[in-house]
Nanobody
């Protein structure tokens, strides 16, 4: 499994970013997908996850209403659209793949290398 994230960067509070994860090396439609993040000094946390047929499964309370997870099974791509960004959204964001539904506590072991998101004025 090979996952490559992109789209991170520096954005002002209130701004938007769209993260992208390119997946390869496995049958994309056999896997549930998710986005995690890890801020300095904190544990990695699940931000959002999506089922095989592009139906969102989970949003953390901290991003609900500001974030949309989606996938394009034809392109083997996973996306995370983040709006109204806050400084507390600053973290490294990781794409993840798992053969079953991804919820908080799911023992995910397949990760990308991460993309840094920094929200600051």
């Amino acid at each position: 499994i090979h996952l490559v994230e992109s789209g991170g960067g520096l954005v002002q509070p209130g701004g938007s970013l769209r993260l992208t994860c390119a997946a390869s090396g496995f049958t994309f439609t056999d896997y549930y997908m998710g986005w995690f993040r890890q801020a300095p000094g904190k544990e990695r946390e699940l931000v959002a996850s999506v089922q095989v047929m592009d139906s969102p499964t989970y949003y953390s309370s901290s991003v609900m209403g500001r974030t949309t997870i989606s996938r394009d099974n034809a392109k083997n791509m996973l996306y995370l659209q983040m709006n109204s960004l806050k400084p507390e959204d600053t973290a490294v964001y990781y794409c993840a793949a798992h053969p079953t539904i991804i919820l908080p506590g799911t023992p995910v072991s397949d990760w990308g290398q991460g993309t840094q998101v920094t929200v600051s004025s």
